[in-house]
C-alpha cells in the first residue's frame, strides 16, 4: 500500500498505542499516526489538520467514547473510526455501530486491524465517490430546473396517449412560465390536452402528428406550427426524453410570420408596380421614338405638313409622360410627407371637395346628396381631402348616361367601424374589376382622361391611416359605391 495515511489513535496508554503504531508499519501501511486522550486534545487534533481514521479505545480516563464520537462527527461526519478495544459484548457493539462507528478490532486480535482499516478506507471512497456524484447530480438538477422554469422559451413535457399507433390524446407533465404566458394556459399540469382545449384533436390534427412522431419514433423536429386553438405561430422543438414522452419547446413568432406575409404581399406589389411603371412609360416613350423619325423623315422632305402632326404627336406622349410621372410622384409621397394632423369633419371634407370640383360638377348636372350623418376626424387634412376628390372626380367621369347624375356622399356605422361612401348612378363597374380598378395605371377605358392612377393613390392613403378600401357595383349600368375605412384617424362616430 502506497498510500500516506494519516491516523488519529484515541488511547490512553501510551505503550498500547506505539503497538499499534507499530503493528501498522510492520504489516506495510505507510502511516503518521498522534496520540490524543482527553477530550480536549481531540478537538485540538481535529481542529489541527484532516484524517484519513480514527482508531478508538473504548472509555478512556479524561475521555467518554461517545463524546469523543460525537464531536468527530459534527467536525468531520465522514471520517471513518475503527474501536480498538477489549472485549465487548454483542449488544453493546450494534449500539455503537448505530452511533457512527465503523468497525470493531479486539486488542488480543490485532490481526483484523489492516484488514479493518483497509476494508474502512474503501468504503470511504465509495461514500466520497457517492456524495461527490449526489452533489453534481443536485447541481445539475438546479441548473436544470432554473433552466426550464426560467427560459424564454415555452416548455411542455407531455406524455402521449396511443391507441395502438393513433395518438389519443396528451397529458401535461410539466410546463414553465412562459408556456402559461404565450398559450395563455394556466393549471394544466396533470391534465389531458383534451381538457385544457376541447376539440384541439380535430382542429390541430397537424400538431398530433409531429408530437406522436417524435413520441414513438424518439427522433427530434424542428418547425413552424399554426396553433388554429391558440390563433398563433410557433417555431416548435420536439424532442423525446423517453417513449410515448416528448418536450415541446415553443416560441411565438406570429409577428414573424405577419411580418413575412406582409413583406411577401409588398414584394409582390414593387414588382406589379415596377412591371407596370416601365410598361406604362415605355408607350408615350415609343410614341415619342417612333415620331422623331417621322419628323425627321418629313423634315428631309419639307412636308410641313406632316411635321405639325408629328410635332403635335410628341407633344401628346410627352404630356402623356408628365402626367404619369405626376401622379407616380405623388403617391411616393404619401406616407413620406405629411402635413401637421387638424381635427375636421367628414362633412368639412366632402364640401371642400365637392367646393373643389364645382364647375365639372356643374358641366355634368349632377345632382349631389350630402348625408346628414358626420365624424369627426384627426389628420392630414390635404391628404383626406385628395380620397373625396378623386372618387366624386371618378363619380363625374364615370357617370356614363345617367340623367340626372347622383351622386351620395354619406357615413355609416357598421360592426362598430365607420364606414365612409361615395355612390353614383354611373356606368357601373363588372366585378372582375373590382379589385384590378385600385392596381396602379388601371382603367377599364384606355380611352379615358386620367392614367389610371386615382384609386391607387386613395388606396394607399386609406391604408396609411389604418383603413380599406373597396367598391360595390352590380355591374355595367348599376352605378358603383366605393366605400372606405379610416380607423387611425376617425375621432368620434
Ligand atoms: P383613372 O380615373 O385615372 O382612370 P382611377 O384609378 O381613378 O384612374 O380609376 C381606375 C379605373 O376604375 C377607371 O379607369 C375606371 O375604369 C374605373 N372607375 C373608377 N371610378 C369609377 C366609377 N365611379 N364608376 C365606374 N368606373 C370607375
Redo the contacts with the bound molecule.
Keep these: 500500500m502506497d498510500e500516506y495515511l494519516t491516523i488519529l489513535i484515541i488511547e490512553d496508554s501510551p505503550a498500547d498505542y506505539l503497538f499499534v503504531e507499530r503493528h501498522l508499519k510492520q504489516h506495510g501501511l505507510s502511516v503518521q499516526c498522534s496520540r490524543v486522550d482527553s477530550l480536549t486534545g481531540l478537538h485540538e487534533a481535529l481542529d489541527r489538520e484532516s484524517w484519513d481514521l480514527v482508531l478508538s479505545d473504548y472509555n478512556l480516563p479524561d475521555l467518554v467514547f461517545l463524546d469523543g464520537l460525537r464531536l468527530i462527527r459534527t467536525a468531520c461526519p465522514d471520517l471513518p473510526v475503527i474501536m480498538v478495544t477489549g472485549a465487548m459484548g454483542d449488544e453493546k457493539a450494534v449500539e455503537l455501530l448505530r452511533q457512527g462507528v465503523w468497525d470493531f478490532v479486539l486488542k488480543d486480535n490485532l490481526t483484523r486491524l489492516v484488514p479493518a482499516i483497509l476494508r474502512s478506507l474503501k468504503a470511504k471512497r465509495e461514500l466520497d465517490e457517492r456524495r461527490y456524484a449526489e452533489e453534481r447530480l443536485k447541481e445539475s438538477e438546479a441548473m436544470y430546473r432554473s433552466l426550464f422554469e426560467n427560459m424564454m422559451n415555452g416548455l411542455a413535457y407531455c406524455r402521449m396517449l396511443f391507441d395502438g399507433d393513433t395518438p389519443l390524446d396528451f397529458i401535461f407533465l410539466n410546463v414553465n412560465k412562459s408556456f402559461e404566458r404565450q398559450s395563455g394556459l394556466k393549471h394544466v399540469v396533470g391534465k389531458r390536452v383534451s381538457e385544457v382545449i376541447p376539440g384541439i384533436r380535430e382542429t390541430d390534427p397537424g400538431m398530433f402528428e409531429v408530437y406522436s412522431r417524435v413520441a414513438l419514433t424518439g427522433k427530434a423536429e424542428q418547425q413552424e406550427i399554426y396553433v388554429k386553438a391558440l390563433g398563433e405561430w410557433f417555431w416548435v422543438s420536439v424532442y423525446s426524453p423517453a417513449r410515448e414522452h416528448f418536450v415541446a419547446v415553443f416560441d411565438v413568432i406570429t409577428e414573424r410570420k405577419q411580418a413575412e406575409e406582409l413583406l411577401q404581399r409588398k414584394n409582390a406589389e414593387i414588382e406589379q408596380f415596377i412591371y407596370t411603371v416601365s410598361h406604362d412609360l415605355r408607350s408615350p416613350l415609343v410614341t415619342v421614338k417612333t415620331f422623331m423619325g417621322y419628323l425627321e423623315k418629313d423634315m428631309a422632305e419639307d412636308d410641313k405638313e406632316h411635321l405639325v402632326q408629328d410635332i403635335k404627336f410628341i407633344h401628346g406622349a410627352a404630356d402623356k409622360m408628365k402626367l404619369l410621372l405626376d401622379d407616380l410622384l405623388e403617391l411616393s409621397r404619401i406616407g413620406r410627407i405629411e402635413a401637421e394632423p387638424v381635427r375636421v369633419s367628414f362633412k368639412d371634407l366632402a364640401t371642400e371637395s365637392l367646393n373643389t370640383l364645382a364647375g365639372a360638377i356643374k358641366e355634368n348636372q349632377a345632382d349631389i346628396h350630402l348625408h346628414d350623418a358626420d365624424v369627426l376626424l384627426f389628420g392630414d387634412r390635404p391628404r383626406l381631402c385628395l380620397i373625396w376628390q ?2 366624386i ?3 363625374l ?3 356614363g348616361n345617367a340623367t340626372p347624375l347622383r351622386i351620395e356622399l354619406g357615413v355609416r356605422q357598421e360592426n362598430g367601424e365607420t364606414i365612409f361612401f ?1 355612390k ?1 348612378n ?4 363588372e366585378s372582375q ?1 373590382h379589385r384590378i ?2 392596381g396602379i395605371f ?4 384606355p380611352t ?11 388606396k394607399r392613403i386609406v391604408e396609411k391611416c389604418g383603413g380599406r378600401i373597396w ?1 360595390e ?1 352590380e355591374g355595367v349600368g348599376t ?2 359605391c ?1 366605400n372606405f375605412t379610416l380607423p387611425r384617424v376617425v375621432l368620434q362616430s
Excluded: P, Q, R, W
Design positions: 378623386n372618387l372626380e371618378n363619380a367621369k364615370y357617370g361615395v353614383d354611373g356606368i357601373g363597374i374589376y380598378i385600385f388601371e382603367k377599364l377605358d379615358s382622361t386620367g392614367a389610371g392612377m386615382g384609386l391607387s393613390l386613395i367598391v357595383s352605378g358603383s366605393f
